[in-house]
Each structure stands twice: as structure tokens, then as C-alpha cells.
């Protein structure tokens, strides 16, 4: 384990999901991105073979960063207003990457898409043997889900990766919010904040058409 990973627990990653629905059902970008930092450093504690991954997350995390830094900012605060905004003005390749290969909405989907993995994935370890592998629940979950849009040399560097995960017990220690029990209590409480912002940014995404984006 890395140094620095002591210092950190996954909590305060969950609670910046928890953050993320506005009254009006509107998806934050902010916490979303915190979010997402969060558990690219916890990522970053299991070890460099997760480094191309992380390095991937950080890259469309800076992207959509930048546009939330941007004079057009406050266009960028919820998903729906990004959504919006980008389609009234074109700026997304909705056939193939040409003019706005970085688009918002091209970036945030596949995090959007991530975010459906990390859901089955703590779901997949909530309700886990103690003495389940981790590495097995991970490459599951991710068969079921991210593995479909990515290409075989990437499913197979990843499933590679995997093989590093820890038990499922000592992955729950990792996470730094008590015991295996305390943890698994958490996610409880954690994982239906993030099916709720997985679901309306999945709504929202087919409502326009746009699950599809190159
Ligand atoms: C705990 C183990 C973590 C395993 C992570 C499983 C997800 C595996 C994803 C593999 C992605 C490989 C990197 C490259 C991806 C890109 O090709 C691909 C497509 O992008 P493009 O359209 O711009 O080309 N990118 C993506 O799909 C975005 C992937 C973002 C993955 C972020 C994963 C962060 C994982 C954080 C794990 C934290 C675990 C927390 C547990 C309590």
C-alpha cells in the first residue's frame, strides 16, 4: 500500500456522491467530479498496475475541470444545463469525433458509464462472502458493464490488473472506515445516493439521445 492511503477514507468520496442531486433532481458537477478524484486516489493506493486506469479517470475528470474554469462555467454546474448547452450551441461530434472531440457530454458519459461498474461493483462487495475475492467481483462486474465499450487489448490489461486486488476483507480494511462490518454498513448507506445520480444521468442521456456518443 502507498503512502498517503492512512490518511484517507473512502467516506468523504461516498458523501461527495450524496451531495450530488439538487431538489430540482439535477446532477452537481462539482461533487461529481470530487467524487471521482476521490476514488482515483484511493485507486492510486492499490498500486501503479491501476495507474493506466487512474490515468484515464484524471484525464476526463481535468477535461470536464476545465470547462467548469472556463468563461463558460456556469453552464457546466449541473449535467442538464451542460446537456443543454452543448446541444443548443453543437458543440458535440454526436456521428464521430471531428470538431469537439472533448465534448462535456461525450467525457461525462464515460464516467457515467464507470459510475454503472463502481455501482455494481460495491454492490458486489456489500453483499459478498467474507472470504470472497475482490478480484473476482471486480472483473464480474466489469464484464457486465464497462468491458462492453472498451477494446480487447484494454479488457485484457485490465483483467490483468485485477489479479492485484487484495481479499475482500482486507479491500473493506483498505477503505479506512472501521471495520469490515463498518464498512460494509457504509456502502449501504452510500450506494443508493449513486444508483439515484446513475439513474437520472441515464434518463437524461436517453431522453437525448446521446448513450451513443462517440
Ligand atoms: C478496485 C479496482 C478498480 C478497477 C477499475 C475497474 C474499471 C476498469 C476500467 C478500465 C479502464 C482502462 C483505461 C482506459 C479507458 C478508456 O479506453 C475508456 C474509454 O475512453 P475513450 O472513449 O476516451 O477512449 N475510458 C473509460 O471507460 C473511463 C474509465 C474510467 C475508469 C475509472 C475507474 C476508477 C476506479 C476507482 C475504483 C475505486 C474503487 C472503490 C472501491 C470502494
Known sequence: ????????????????????VSEQREVRVDPYLAGWKGLV???NCLGTIFSFISKDAVTK??????YRNSDQQEKYLTVQSMVEYELAN???DLQKRSKHPDSGCRTFLR???????????????????????TSVICSETYNASLANYHPWIIRKAAGVAFCALP?????????????AEEAVAMLG????????????????????KLLDLP
Open 1 to 20: 500500500m502507498a503512502a498517503g492511503a492512512e490518511t484517507f477514507s473512502l467516506r468523504e468520496v461516498l458523501v461527495a456522491f450524496t451531495a450530488c
Open 41 to 43: 486516489r484511493f485507486l
Open 61 to 66: 475528470i481535468e477535461i470536464i475541470e476545465n
Open 90 to 92: 453543437d458543440l458535440v
Open 111 to 133: 464516467l457515467h458509464r464507470a459510475l454503472h461498474w463502481l455501482q455494481m461493483f460495491l454492490e458486489g462487495l456489500r453483499t459478498g462472502e467474507d472470504n470472497s475475492k
Open 167 to 179: 481479499t475482500r476483507n482486507t479491500f473493506l480494511e483498505t477503505m479506512n472506515v472501521g471495520t
Open 189 to 208: 448507506e452510500a450506494l443508493p445516493y449513486i444508483c439515484e445520480v446513475y439513474k437520472i444521468t441515464e434518463e437524461l442521456y436517453a431522453q437525448h
